[in-house]
């Protein structure tokens, strides 16, 4: 039979079912929310995908290449906060930081006035000793090539704040410009006891695995790193890193697969659309070449694509079009020079083939002066043989190549360093040398890889007879 609970209870009892009833229904609505929000509860949501903004801002901040359109993101909305907020220290830090990264990924150097005012406004501002804005300073004098001011600031990065790892690889740069090895192990060793695994600290180990010497070693972190990387930019990257490397081994079609692989994960890879330039060109895809280096510095116009595309011009007979793309060379650091940054190294070099060795000669010995590095030393060892004062070119060249004191294991290096012992009549080390530099890559230059093989053609092979060279 039906009934009601109303027309059998009693009317005390009947209220205090009711209050046991509403109070269960209250419990299930707060336990259903609980559940809700308990990670791995039925009807649980995952967190929002962090914005562009926020992407840019972990990867500047972590030390990870950033997508241009997430930085772009980024420095608007720092931008937007601090015309409401200009005493936010750490929000001019954080633009500082992206007008670096977005400088780097651009080749536009318009952007280091503006890092550089940001960085110090969040010293003025905010913490005068931030180890944020401390560690971009360093990294904006990396991109400027003035690696003494790079040392003294990412050392007092360091000194605020030592389990930052990224201040130790910033590091690594200021020591590799200034030629100071024994600082450059020891800030790698800092930077992976910190973060092992990391695959930005395995693309950066790379580079002094590289320059050491250790191409295998240099690869397996390269490859490490691109597997792992989390962002696209970030993968593209180690992918362009990767190319990079394979080139200089001379293996032209694992570098032109890892850096198409890197314009497919990140079109905005400029960088690797110049590598696909040299490499088609090694594959003597000369027209493919051409429009690559075109596209490359459409985006990215940066100095040493310029000379690059030039020298590839000169190689094919077409002067007038190589002529063209070294006064854009000229214009273009002009522009970066006025805006702080030191283009002696690469003016060093375009004016030791192609203009006035002389006035080569005396930028790089000023850089020299400013900061010995192995690169410097190859340029200036090179354009003192080109003005003839071939015995002070040797001593250079063999600071740049003599890897058990840092040098590195380059094929230009070692060409440089055979041309100028040919000069001297030193046939012996001339050959060994020569022959090195096309063992390691026989493409490394569409001018100065045919010019090593001519010079080998005519030093012929040693004498039987005659004492050991």
């Given at each position: ?67 241009l359109a997430d930085l772009a993101a980024l420095i608007g909305d720092r931008e937007n906060r601090l015309r409401a907020h200009p005493l936010d220290g750490p929000s001019w830090a ?376």
């Amino acid at each position: 039979m039906d009934f009601h609970t109303s027309s059998v209870l009693p009317g005390p009892r009947k209220r205090r079912v009711r209050r046991v009833l509403i109070a269960s229904a209250a419990g299930c609505v707060v336990l259903g929310g609980v559940l809700v929000l308990l990670p791995g509860g039925r009807g649980s949501a995952p967190p929002p995908a962090p914005g562009p903004a926020a992407l840019a801002r972990g990867a500047v901040t972590g030390g990870a290449p950033a997508a241009l359109a997430d930085l772009a993101a980024l420095i608007g909305d720092r931008e937007n906060r601090l015309r409401a907020h200009p005493l936010d220290g750490p929000s001019w830090a954080v633009l500082g930081a992206a007008y670096v990264e977005q400088g780097r990924r651009t080749a536009d150097a318009a952007n280091w006035p503006k890092a550089e005012k940001a960085l110090r406004t969040s010293l003025k501002v905010g913490a005068r000793n931030d180890p944020q804005a401390l560690e971009s300073l360093a990294a904006l004098a990396v991109e400027r090539r003035d690696f003494t001011a790079a040392r003294k600031w990412g050392e007092s990065a360091v000194k605020q704040a030592p389990k930052r790892w990224t201040a130790h690889a910033v590091l690594i740069d200021a020591y590799t410009g200034l030629g100071d090895h024994e600082a450059v192990g020891r800030a790698l060793d800092r930077m992976r006891k910190l973060r092992p695994g990391l695959p930005a600290v395995r693309a950066r180990a790379a580079t002094v695995y590289r320059d050491r010497g250790w191409g295998e070693d240099a690869a397996a972190q390269l490859s490490d790193a691109a597997a792992a990387a989390g962002a696209p930019a970030e993968r593209a990257a180690y992918l362009e890193q990767a190319g990079r490397l394979a080139f200089e081994r001379g293996d032209r079609e694992a570098a032109l697969r890892y850096f198409r692989e890197a314009l497919r994960t990140d079109p905005d890879e400029r960088a690797a659309q110049a590598g696909e330039g040299a490499a088609l060109a090694a594959l003597g895809r000369t027209t493919e070449a051409l429009n690559a280096y075109r596209a490359a510095l459409a985006k990215r116009p940066c100095p040493r694509y310029a000379l690059e595309l030039g020298e590839l011009y000169e190689s094919l007979g077409l002067g007038q079009a190589a002529r063209v793309e070294y006064d854009l060379l000229r214009e273009r650091v002009r522009g970066a020079e006025e805006a702080g940054a030191d283009e002696d190294l690469v003016m060093g070099r375009f004016e030791a083939d192609h203009g006035d060795a002389a006035a080569a000669v005396e930028r790089l010995e000023a850089e020299w002066a400013r900061q010995p590095g192995i690169a410097v030393a190859d340029a200036l060892g090179w354009a003192l043989y080109r003005t003839g004062d071939h015995e002070e070119a040797l001593r250079f060249a063999a600071i740049a190549t003599d890897v058990e004191h840092g040098g590195v294991r380059s094929a230009p290096h070692l060409f440089h360093r055979g041309m100028i012992e040919r000069a001297l009549e030193r046939h012996g080390p001339a050959r060994r040398h020569l022959r090195e530099a096309l063992m390691i890559n026989p493409y490394f230059s569409p001018l100065g890889a045919p010019e090593a093989r001519r010079a080998l053609a005519e030093l012929g092979e040693p004498s039987v007879e005659g004492p050991p060279d």
